[in-house]
């Protein structure tokens, strides 16, 4: 299964970060199972779990209008 789209970009954050992934995850309101999920494709995050998840790391999620 090949992860979404969203998550793909979280995992390039995630890899660069010097944090340990259950701390953020913890900070976050989400389980360390849940990010697992998300990283392993078998379950695609809910937008208030992965902008929580972002705003720990110290990142905002926005949207644009495509042209």
């Not at 090949?2 to 995992?11: A, M, R, T």
Request: charged residues 20%; aromatic residues 8%; negative net charge.
């Amino acid at each position: 299964m090949s992860l979404y789209p969203l998550v793909q970009e979280l995992k390039v954050l995630l890899d660069e970060s010097d944090q340990f992934h259950s701390k953020l995850c913890g900070q976050a309101g989400i389980t360390r199972n849940t990010l697992d999920r998300w990283l392993a494709g078998t379950s695609t995050p809910n937008i208030i779990d992965f902008t929580s998840l972002l705003e720990v790391m110290g990142y905002t999620l926005t949207i644009q209008r495509m042209p």
